[in-house]
């Protein structure tokens, strides 16, 4: 069963391979004449203003704590989608509406965070 | 089948596909410029070779005799290392789509897969996350504003599509009861497409499809009014090639996994009753993979083209507020069939 990994890591290969060779192609066969103007920031033809780390809104952190929280329900719900059918036969309905309590009470956080405003955007 | 002989028989697959791969990417740029013109009723390239055919080519000659630029306020090795990762995931997910039934060849059962594998669904769930710190780095160390905004929206955009890609395929794996995209193509014998059993799941997943690469309606990391390029702003030659070659491999890479989940993959209904001989039923099998492959492809530059951008508000209600809860309807939805007809 292993050895069907075999082709992936030889794919990965290639795909870094390829990921190096386009990169440095350029900065091999193109010409090298950088100037001030040309390795500014660019501002649309204007002087660039303030800094770059500028400060970010909190939505995206929050999008991004939400994520954690409802990949890892992905994650719960696989193994027993992969399993359902087989369970079903053996344990009947019960096997449904164990999952169906599950959904429930974390859709209760997913409707606490929609009312509380965090899927808001201005 | 022995460790050479698997090696020898990979090898010979995976240089077939990339070749391939890179041939499709070419023309899939050639297409975009040529339908574009169609859609917006002009000629679109037509002066490089027989209609412009050798465009892509030139293309990539006139991008690598480019000056590479690194801006002096960028990071220089990240600057460097994001186009990598964006190329990397871009050329090794299509390892785990099947394109075609299993052939018997010079005494060996081959599968029509680079790599068969029995976790073939999370491998590419894994690969699609990574691919977003191709976009949020390269926005991140390029060290300019447009960029950064750019790579922030698309890390927030393609995360929150992200929670109902992996419900939809949630409603596939019921009904294949397996991770194996080999099992959940054969799964759809028949009309038993999943697109048709669960229609739902089928457009929460194409949706998110979109928004996963980065395409019109849901451009908003390179939204060209508001951000210049957005994240490859200060990117250049071959780099900014890789993020444009990244974003078509991607764009080919979920055309195949949606006929993979939702369309049967290379199966043709009822195509067995037939009584041809297997190596022409295997032949029109791959012919119908391409197709629906094809077809998928032709439907992303044709949304590309007819519809506006979404604004950013809208594109996060209807991730999280529309998309979220539908793909969750799905997996009930099934759930409640697979009992009630026991499909």
Do not use: C
Request: aromatic share 16%; hydrophobic share 55%.
């Amino acid at each position: 069963m292993l050895e069907s990994y075999i082709p992936i890591f030889i794919v990965m290969f290639f795909a870094t391979v390829i990921a190096l060779g386009i990169t440095f192609s350029s900065m091999l066969l193109g010409p090298q004449r950088p100037n001030k103007e040309k390795l500014s920031t660019y501002e649309s033809g204007m002087k660039p203003v303030g800094t770059t780390r500028e400060r970010i809104s909190i939505k995206y952190y929050l999008v991004a704590m939400l994520f954690i929280i409802f990949d890892l329900e992905v994650l719960f719900i696989y193994p027993w989608a992969v399993q359902f059918k087989k369970l079903f036969a053996e344990f009947g309905i019960s096997i449904f509406i164990s999952m169906f309590i599950f959904l429930v009470v974390f859709e209760l956080g997913y409707l606490y965070a929609y009312k509380k405003g965090g899927f808001e955007w201005d | 089948m022995g460790i050479g002989e698997i090696i020898l028989i990979s090898l010979v697959k995976i240089l077939l596909i990339i070749s391939l791969l890179f041939l499709t990417v070419s023309y899939l740029t050639y297409f975009e410029r040529k339908i574009s013109a169609w859609v917006q009723n002009r000629i679109g390239p037509n002066r490089v070779g027989w209609k412009g055919l050798l465009q892509p080519f030139a293309d990539v000659f006139k991008l690598m005799l480019k000056e590479d630029i690194v801006p002096e306020k960028a990071d220089r090795i990240i600057h460097l290392l994001a186009p990598m990762i964006a190329l990397f995931v871009a050329f090794s997910t299509f390892a785990v789509i099947p394109f075609g039934p299993e052939v018997h060849l010079f005494g060996y059962d081959i599968p029509l897969v680079v790599a068969d594998v029995n976790m073939g669904v999370l491998f590419v769930l894994a690969l699609t996350s990574l691919s977003v710190y191709g976009l949020t780095l390269a926005g991140w160390s390029s060290g300019s504003k447009y960029s950064l905004l750019g790579g922030i929206r698309s890390s927030a955009q393609m995360i929150s599509y992200e929670i109902s890609m992996g419900f939809s395929i949630g409603g596939v794996l019921l009904l294949s009861e397996s991770l194996r995209p080999i099992a959940i193509v054969e799964s759809q014998s028949g009309w038993m497409w999943n697109a048709i059993v669960q229609p739902i799941g089928f457009i929460t997943f194409l949706v998110s499809a979109f928004a996963e690469t980065n395409r019109l309606p849901f451009d908003l990391p390179e939204a060209e009014p508001e951000l210049v390029g957005g994240f490859h702003t200060e990117y250049s030659s071959m780099k900014f090639a890789a993020f444009f070659l990244s974003e078509y491999a991607n764009m080919i890479i979920a055309s195949g996994l949606i006929v993979t989940l939702y369309l049967g993959g290379w199966q043709i209904p009822y195509i067995d009753l037939l009584g041809l001989p297997s190596g022409l039923v295997a032949l029109l099998q791959v012919g119908a993979f391409i197709f629906k492959l094809v077809a998928i492809l032709f439907f992303f530059l044709w949304v590309r083209w007819s519809l506006p951008r979404f604004r950013y508000d809208q594109l996060m209600n209807l991730g999280w507020k529309v998309m979220f809860p539908l793909s969750l309807i799905n997996i009930i939805w099934v759930a409640l069939l697979i009992m009630i007809f026991g499909l």
